[in-house]
């Protein structure tokens, strides 16, 4: 991958709508070899999908709920369960297996504190869980789904 790859991810993760002829002029190509290098970036997995980014509030759907979750077996069979049965719930929105102290993180997305208490009471009925802590958002401050990787002027993001 080169620069100019990095270039045209960076435009296709913040405006995915751009045409090829504007992806190119930003690049410096043409539009042929702009539209190759993005099925090629395609294939190579680098672009997973293209999406529209809609609004949760507009939607209804303002409450943001971080979800620890602790569990007593760590049995394959049971982490694949319990993973299947995560991945099936729309509110779920993120889902991490972690490392430290708690097992498993999800970020919820619902209506209110009501539509949140039914999808606790669905999570910990369907298995049996050692702990589960909820922290609500109480203000959405940043939220982005552009990756830190390219900085204007060719240069790559280097973490601090």
Same mark, same amino acid.
């Given at each position: +991958?080169?620069?100019? *790859?990095?270039?045209?991810?960076?435009?296709?993760?913040?405006?995915?709508?751009?045409?090829? %002829?504007?992806?190119?002029?930003?690049?410096?190509?043409?539009?042929?070899?702009?539209?190759?290098?993005? @099925?090629?970036?395609?294939? *190579?997995?680098?672009?997973?999908?293209?999406?529209?980014?809609?609004?949760?509030?507009?939607?209804?759907?303002?409450?943001?709920?971080? $979800?620890? $979750?602790?569990?007593?077996?760590?049995?394959?069979?049971?982490?694949?369960?319990?993973?299947?049965?995560?991945?099936? &719930?729309?509110?779920? &929105?993120?889902?991490?297996? &972690?490392?430290?102290?708690?097992?498993? +993180?999800?970020?919820? $997305?619902?209506?209110? +504190?009501?539509?949140?208490? @039914?999808?606790? =009471?669905?999570?910990?009925?369907?298995?049996?869980?050692?702990?589960?802590?909820?922290?609500? %958002? &109480?203000?959405?401050? =940043?939220?982005?789904?552009?990756?830190?990787?390219?900085?204007?002027?060719?240069?790559?993001?280097?973490?601090?």
């Amino acid at each position: +991958m080169d620069v100019t *790859d990095k270039k045209i991810l960076d435009l296709l993760q913040h405006d995915s709508t751009l045409s090829i %002829a504007e992806i190119g002029n930003k690049v410096g190509l043409s539009q042929t070899p702009c539209w190759k290098r993005i @099925q090629r970036l395609e294939a *190579d997995g680098y672009i997973q999908r293209r999406v529209a980014l809609l609004d949760p509030d507009k939607l209804g759907l303002g409450l943001n709920v971080f $979800v620890s $979750v602790e569990i007593s077996d760590h049995s394959h069979e049971w982490l694949s369960r319990f993973s299947e049965a995560i991945i099936n &719930m729309p509110e779920v &929105m993120e889902f991490y297996r &972690m490392a430290g102290d708690v097992d498993y +993180m999800l970020r919820v $997305v619902v209506a209110d +504190m009501a539509a949140y208490d @039914q999808f606790y =009471k669905r999570l910990i009925a369907a298995f049996p869980l050692k702990n589960v802590t909820s922290r609500f %958002a &109480m203000e959405r401050v =940043k939220a982005t789904t552009a990756l830190p990787f390219y900085q204007p002027g060719g240069k790559a993001t280097k973490p601090a």
